[in-house]
């Protein structure tokens, strides 16, 4: 079975600062990993999604996120955080057929201005 | 356009009430899903419809009933529910299920508290 940790409940970061939220997983097989945002009282955005090649993906929003097959890791990072990036972020998993999508139990980031 | 609508926004029902929460997506997508979310955890699934069939159901009391008209359209049938039933119900679609590198989008919910 997939399984997807985001091992802190709550990032706090200066508005300019890079920003990382952190995500391991653990699935058999080659994994689909998805990052997506929610703000309050909304449904979830997707941010972006590593399938296969470049380890670095880019995503909307100025976010990237870097697999790391040894660690079995896909960090979310932006280098300059602003205010409004100030939302639940959740880190997803989706092994290659299955299509259950497994949910980390998501990192609240907070932006202090 | 990535969009997917649901209506109502918010419902309030009674234990005995029969409502109806519906979602829409024009995106050619053939797989439609229902997640039910508790308030700063993560999206649980409930069920999958691929090509208008359901394909998953993730064990939900029989309260909740799915149904897929076409392949714009999902709802979620509800009957008798539990005041533990009150959450975010979101709808989402992808463009197929079984292509595990698709991304899900969301739609932005329907608030529902069962008294």
């Known amino acids: 079975a997939q399984s997807v940790a985001q091992p802190e409940d709550q990032v706090n970061v200066a508005e300019g600062n890079p920003l990382t939220v952190k995500c391991t997983y653990s699935v058999s097989g080659n994994p689909y990993l998805f990052w997506y945002v929610q703000y309050p009282n909304r449904g979830l955005q997707f941010l972006l999604k590593?399938?296969?090649?470049?380890?670095l993906v880019k995503g909307s929003y100025g976010f990237e996120a870097e697999f790391n097959k040894s660690q079995t890791s896909f960090h979310l990072k932006k280098p300059s955080a602003l205010v409004s990036d100030s939302a639940l972020y959740f880190c997803?998993?989706?092994?290659?057929?299955?299509?259950?999508?497994?949910f980390g139990k998501g990192n609240q980031v907070v932006v202090i201005p | 356009d990535t969009e997917v609508t649901q209506t109502p926004k918010h419902l309030v029902m009674g234990m005995t009430n029969k409502k109806s929460l519906k979602c829409e997506q024009h995106?050619?997508?053939?797989?439609m899903y229902w997640y039910k979310q508790k308030a700063k955890k993560p999206p649980e699934l409930m069920f999958v419809?691929?090509?208008?069939?359901?394909?998953i159901n993730e064990s939900v009391p029989s309260r909740f009933s799915p149904e897929c008209p076409n392949s714009s359209l999902l709802n979620l049938h509800l009957h008798a529910l539990q005041p533990e039933d009150s959450a975010l119900y979101l709808c989402a679609s992808s463009q197929e299920s079984l292509a595990d590198s698709y991304e899900q989008y969301f739609g932005p919910g329907t608030r529902l508290t069962v008294t």
């Open positions: 997803a998993v989706r092994p290659y057929g299955n299509n259950r999508l497994a």
């Open positions: 590593y399938i296969t090649g470049d380890n």
């Open positions: 995106m050619g997508h053939r797989a």
């Open positions: 419809y691929s090509y208008e069939k359901l394909s």
